[in-house]
């Protein structure tokens, strides 16, 4: 069983940054590919964006891809997601997982707690 703790999450501005963290423990992490989702209240879960296990091929969701960076370093067993020019449609609780597949919205782990991010207009 891996655990998940989902970080870096707060209150920007529209335009601003910020660099969520996931930090993986328990089990192997570096074999599996790894997924950021979000969900804002009243909506459906969405696949945000993936990453393979050796980061080599990395996903994004249209609504995000050229604002948002996935990457990994499997040595810390961590997962990140940069993102950048945010907007208030990004606001949401944002969760990492386990992945089938980097290109897969199918999951293998539980989810975790989660971390919100909030962007104001």
Do not use: H
Request: charged share 15%; aromatic share 14%; proline share 2%.
């Amino acid at each position: 069983q891996v655990q998940l703790v989902e970080s870096g999450g707060g209150l920007v501005q529209a335009g601003g940054s910020l660099r969520l963290s996931c930090a993986a423990s328990g089990r192997t992490f570096s074999s599996y590919a790894m997924g950021w989702f979000r969900q804002a209240p009243g909506k459906e879960r969405e696949f945000v964006a993936g990453i393979s296990w050796n980061g080599g091929s990395t996903y994004y969701a249209d609504s995000v891809k050229g604002r948002f960076t996935i990457s990994r370093d499997n040595a810390k067993n961590t997962v990140y997601l940069q993102m950048n020019s945010l907007k208030p449609e990004d606001t949401a609780v944002y969760y990492c997982n386990l992945q089938k597949n980097y290109y897969s919205d199918y999951v293998l782990g539980s989810w975790g707690q989660g971390t919100q991010v909030t962007v104001s207009s």
